[in-house]
């Protein structure tokens, strides 16, 4: 069933880094479709069409606004999922929003006014990605633009701070920070095991041998949903190769992060919170 709302408890965003050719997207789509009906599990699918931050010229960027669109359309239509996509221009909010159930915005484009007002204006599910290097308390700006331009469904995701140079570290204090805005929390898992400028050539290495533990604290931290990139074959994906989590050990992880979600709210329950 597509549409969304942030509004569901707890919920995953997941899927491919980059929207690329191949099986990849179909595979990705049909595996988290899988999921949101056995685990009766609200499941957006995410990919993007332009990754316009690259570290090198050379970088896979992805297809495009319109062939990216039309991608997205099609995994929206045979899922049966809502689907997610970044945005990197005001330009494209309207044309992006015609198509995709949520609009995203970049860490790296967190305080751009215009972007986040035209998002707004388009009245879908917007999810703000908190950059690397803004404190959770300056978020409120970034909220405030968004809810200005008429959206009212919200998420900001903590994805790390940057920490000297080429590394991310994650303050779970931002997450109850984060819910004083009044929108959804979400922890974006890929994204802060990543090492940027340290992988090959320059491009961003990561460390996914951490990223489960990570989902276990923002589980028990208080998250309202998790954001997965995933990847049949993270070795070969076009992007965030090292960071990607093998579609294979997907369901493994959903679980455990969901089992850990769903004790942490019955301690609440029972003993009430500290």
């Known amino acids: 069933m597509t549409g969304w709302s942030f509004t569901q408890r707890p919920f995953l965003i997941a899927g491919p880094c980059v929207i690329e050719s191949g099986d990849a997207l179909p595979r990705v789509a049909e595996r988290l479709a ?3 009906e056995r685990l009766h599990l609200p499941v957006c699918f995410k990919a993007s069409f332009d990754k316009a931050n690259r570290a090198k010229i050379e ?9 990216g669109l039309r991608v997205l359309q099609r995994v929206r239509l045979e899922s049966g999922l809502p689907v997610l996509t970044d945005i990197h221009e005001s330009g494209q909010a309207k044309v ?8 995203q915005i970049p860490a790296f484009l967190c305080r ?9 204006r388009t009245g879908k599910p917007v999810n703000i990605k908190k950059g690397q290097w803004v404190s959770s308390d300056a ?6 633009k968004v809810r200005s331009g008429g959206s009212t469904d919200l998420a900001v995701t903590e994805r790390g701070t940057f920490f000297g140079y ?6 779970f204090r931002n997450l109850a920070r984060l819910r004083s805005l009044g929108s959804a929390v979400v922890f974006d898992a890929t994204h802060s095991v990543q090492q940027p400028g340290l992988g ?3 491009t961003s290495g990561g460390l996914r041998q951490h990223i489960p533990d990570l989902l276990a604290a923002a589980a028990v931290s208080g998250a309202d949903g998790f954001f997965l990139e995933t990847h049949p074959d993270p070795a070969r994906a076009a992007s965030d190769s090292a960071t990607q989590w093998p579609l294979d050990r997907l369901e493994w992880l959903v679980r455990r992060t969901l089992n850990l979600w769903e004790a942490a709210r019955d301690r609440e329950t029972t003993h009430g919170q500290f």
């Not at 992006?96 to 609009?103: N, Q, S």
């Not at 080429?166 to 303050?171: A, F, I």
């Open 34 to 36: 899988d999921l949101a």
């Open 59 to 67: 970088s896979a960027r992805g297809p495009g606004l319109d062939e």
């Open 96 to 103: 992006a929003g015609e198509v995709v159930d949520v609009l």
């Open 112 to 120: 751009q006014t215009d972007l986040l007002l035209a998002a707004g």
């Open 139 to 144: 978020m409120a700006g970034a909220v405030e």
């Open 166 to 171: 080429g590394d991310l570290v994650v303050d």
């Open 200 to 202: 090959d050539g320059g």
